[in-house]
């Protein structure tokens, strides 16, 4: 229970400038970019927004004390309601923490706040040569912490892997305020449980991270964008699974279907060519202009061979943006489209990713739904977007048959839930047919020796 006498204790830790409890400022703290409704329950007592890895040790130390339940927070981008105070208590955001602690050129590694976003850390490498490999589509918003506790990925790791291959330390407030200092600068080290990876994709609920120590490596000399129209779905994920089968592996591989590019062709005024229904976009890489040149070629070959309609290879840097930003606001585009929209993130073994698109489009013509189709093909994770209208009787029943039938069809073809969303609280219904009950048995006694009074963003993850 929230009191003025705790209200002021921690007042007096951060300030009073940096504790929020007006309605309205509960009301913003109170959902994030997921589909979880507005519900008035669901906003927090108060909202902290400490600078320090003391001050958020101290607050800590207090919910601890008074069991007052605490939803880390980043920037909201989250896709599962992660960061939704549901039990109320204190939302903890650490969109203040945003400093690069250390730049380390020799070591080539960066320190940074939890709560820098992840764009400027991009920027801030990339300014010395160094490159910080994952991007999700929301980076100019999202925070480095944030990226850590659902171990996002982004276009790029098809070729350079997501957010758990960078980081190599961590530092850590748990539940009753300690400090927990993991990993280091060294590239090996078995000293110990691996509690560095313990903590990425732990979706805010076994502790607050402060700092972030991550690897970086050089920035690619040069980048080339490729953009492929095929007259279905079907030949641009055939093409994306011939070319890594050939060896090629892109930086970016994307897909978007026809619902995707009729949107965003009507927003930015693009002419489409007749009979395109699905793009792929890629980004390669390389040390020099010839080596782009050859897996240009390898690629144009093989899109060919997939009877493509459609080859280009960007002219410019900024054609080459422009085509990103329109995969960027896929998202965004998309959810214009109708007045609801459940977007899932499946991943799914490489090999069967044309099969899992098959199959989605089925279980949309079963259910009488639009589902716009894009993604991430070159790893095997897709971004399914439901488009319907749950004021309609018996629709949002319907959309959760979709949504379950979406899940089975992942799971029976060796896939998952999340790929880079997380559970959060979308899918939890979901979870334990996923990871099975010894899974679940075992993250719960994890959860129970870390947070043994379940404060740390409680109501996530499992039902
Ligand atoms: C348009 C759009 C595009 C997106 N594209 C991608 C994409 O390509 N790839 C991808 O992976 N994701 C994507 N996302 C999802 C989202 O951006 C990521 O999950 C991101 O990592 C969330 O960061 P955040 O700072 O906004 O965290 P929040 O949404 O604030 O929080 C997310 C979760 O992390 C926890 N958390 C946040 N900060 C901390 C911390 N310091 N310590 C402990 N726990 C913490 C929260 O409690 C919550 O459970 C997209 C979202 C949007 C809106």
């Not at 903590?199 to 964008?225: A, D, Q, W, Y």
């Not at 590019?261 to 009507?266: E, F, K, N, S």
């Not at 073809?413 to 790929?419: A, K, R, V």
């Amino acid at each position: 229970m929230m009191t003025e006498d705790i209200k002021k204790k921690i007042r007096d830790i951060v300030g009073p400038d940096n504790v929020l409890d007006s309605e309205l400022d509960r009301f913003g703290y109170s959902y994030d970019s997921s589909f979880v409704p507005l519900v008035p329950a669901n906003k927090p007592d108060l909202v902290v927004r400490p600078t320090t890895t003391d001050e958020v040790s101290q607050v800590m130390a207090i919910a601890s004390e008074y069991e007052i339940p605490v939803t880390p927070r980043g920037a909201a981008t989250g896709r599962t309601g992660g960061s939704i105070p549901v039990k109320g208590g204190i939302s903890l955001a650490l969109d203040r923490m945003t400093k690069i602690v250390e730049l380390d050129e020799r070591n080539m590694m960066v320190t940074a706040e939890a709560g820098i976003r992840t764009f400027d850390l991009y920027n801030a490498c990339a300014a010395k040569g160094l490159f910080y490999p994952p991007d999700p589509a929301s980076w100019k918003y999202s925070t480095i912490g944030g990226n850590v506790a659902e171990n996002s990925g982004g276009m790029r790791a098809v070729k350079y892997g997501v957010t758990k291959n960078y980081v190599m330390g961590l530092e850590v407030v748990l539940a009753d305020g300690s400090i927990l200092r993991t990993g280091g600068k060294m590239i090996k080290n078995v000293t110990g449980y691996d509690l560095t990876s313990l903590f990425v994709g732990s979706e805010g609920t076994l502790g607050v991270i402060t700092n972030v120590l991550l690897r970086l490596i050089s920035m690619p000399k040069k980048r080339g964008t490729l953009q492929i129209m095929f007259r279905s779905l079907d030949d641009g994920c055939r093409m994306i699974h011939d070319m890594l089968q050939d060896g090629i592996v892109p930086a970016a591989s994307e897909i978007m279907d026809d619902i995707c590019l009729g949107v965003a062709a009507r927003r930015r005024n693009i002419d489409l060519p007749d009979g395109a229904k699905s793009a792929v976009i890629i980004e390669i890489d390389g040390e020099d202009e010839s080596s782009l040149e050859s897996q240009t070629t390898r690629i144009a070959n093989v899109a060919r061979s997939c009877e493509a309609l459609v080859f280009r290879a960007a002219a410019s840097e900024k054609e080459a943006d422009e085509l990103w930003s329109i995969r960027r606001g896929m998202s965004s585009a998309v959810a214009t489209l109708a007045p609801n929209r459940f977007s899932e993130d499946i991943p799914v073994p490489r090999d069967a990713f044309p099969e899992v698109v098959r199959r989605i489009k089925k279980i949309a013509q079963k259910y009488g739904f639009l589902i716009a189709v894009y993604g991430h093909a070159g790893d095997g994770n897709l971004h399914p977007s439901i488009l319907c209208d749950i004021s309609k009787p018996g629709e949002e029943e319907k959309v959760h048959h979709a949504i379950e039938e979406i899940f089975a069809a992942s799971l029976s073809l060796g896939g998952t839930l999340s790929g880079e969303h997380g559970i959060g609280i979308t899918k939890q219904p979901y979870f334990a047919n996923a990871v099975g009950e010894v899974a679940v048995r075992t993250m719960k006694a994890v959860k129970a020796a870390l947070d043994p009074k379940g404060i740390l963003n409680p109501g996530k993850i499992w039902l």
